[in-house]
């Protein structure tokens, strides 16, 4: 299960409708780096890859490989835009530790 909030919505649903692109859902990843040793990545994707995970949340479509399905179960993503960060926020229970900036984490 992923949560997002009704902030994240609006704003994810806003990318989309800006593409230039046919958007088929938003992909969310995880990838070594960042301050904590694992860092969250997304991206509106043109296509549905064959082992994705496909989750839709508040009319939300939502594309996750793999590797980064159980490392973002049960994760929040908030969207943030306030005078000192604009951006989107992960909430992980999964991560033993996380950055201030809620953008990269360790399990």
Known sequence: MINLTPN???AIQRFIRGSETPVVGLRLMISGGGCSGFQYGM??????????????????KLLVDPFTHPMIDNVTIDFIDSLTHTGFKFDNPNASAQCSCGSSFSV
């Open 43 to 60: 991206r509106l994707e043109g296509e549905k890859a064959e082992d994705d995970w496909e989750i839709e949340v508040e009319g939300v």
């Open 8 to 10: 994240a919505v609006k």
